[in-house]
């Protein structure tokens, strides 16, 4: 069955360090790969996403993932984190072939940052 | 921007009770979806909802739970027999079309006790 993995469960960095959320998937057909942010007590905010292209995707808020496909991955990555970035990360996947637009998520990364 | 509204944001009912989540989508997206997450565990696909019916539904979307989209604005999940376990968020989610991300709402809280 299809399953995404993000390795890190809970991450605590300083202010201006430097962020890299791992997330493998394990479905081997064409997919599209997205990452979500969940601030504390809001919903799910799109930061993301990947279809094809260009592999190396440029978000919101200085975020950016490199999807690369002989490693099933698709980490995500901030030069220099803010106290604002302090959320829960959600990296999701869709086969690219699905016509429902199902989405499987991986458990979540909470991130702390520390001012 | 355009939102994805979901009422209520939290409700509390008792287990055997039916509970219904509402949501309304974007005016001009197509496909609908509820999603959930118990505390503390992944975010889980429940159903998806296009052309006015189920396009796919998990394992978890057993006969105890439907979806409807009544009046062309609103998206409700139902429960007809709520039990312990069913305590959650649930999230409801749209999206133009396939080649777009989804929105989702900001989601309902559900206690069952």
């Known amino acids: 069955a299809q399953s995404v993995s993000q390795h890190n469960h809970h991450v605590i960095l300083s202010e201006a360090a430097s962020l890299e959320l791992g997330c493998n998937y394990s479905?081997?057909?064409?997919?599209?790969l997205f990452w979500y942010v969940q601030y504390p007590g809001q919903h799910l905010q799109l930061l993301l996403k990947?279809?094809?292209?260009?592999?190396l995707v440029k978000g919101i808020k200085g975020f950016e993932a490199e999807f690369i496909k002989s490693k099933f991955s698709f980490n995500l990555r901030k030069p220099s984190v803010q106290w604002s970035d302090t959320a829960e990360y959600f990296c999701?996947?869709?086969?690219?072939?699905?016509?429902?637009?199902?989405?499987?998520f991986g458990q979540g990364t909470t991130l702390q940052v520390k001012p | 921007e355009p939102e994805v509204t979901q009422t209520p944001s939290h409700q509390v009912t008792q287990m055997g009770q039916e509970v219904i989540l509402r949501c309304v989508p974007i005016?001009?997206?197509?496909?609908f979806y509820w999603y959930r997450q118990i505390l503390g565990q992944k975010v889980e696909f429940l159903v998806s909802?296009?052309?006015?019916?189920?396009?796919?539904k998990s394992e978890i979307f057993d006969d105890q739970f439907s979806v409807e989209r009544p009046d062309g604005s609103n998206f409700t999940l139902k429960i007809r027999s709520t039990k312990l376990e069913d305590s959650a968020m649930y999230f409801c989610?749209?999206?133009?079309?396939?080649?777009?991300?989804?929105?989702f709402g900001s989601g309902t809280r559900l206690t069952v006790v």
């Open positions: 999701a996947v869709e086969r690219g072939s699905s016509n429902t637009g199902k989405l499987i």
């Open positions: 990947y279809f094809s292209g260009d592999p």
């Open positions: 005016s001009n997206h197509l496909y």
């Open positions: 989610a749209s999206r133009q079309e396939p080649s777009y991300g989804y929105t």
């Open positions: 479905y081997g057909g064409t997919v599209n």
């Open positions: 909802f296009y052309n006015n019916e189920i396009s796919e």
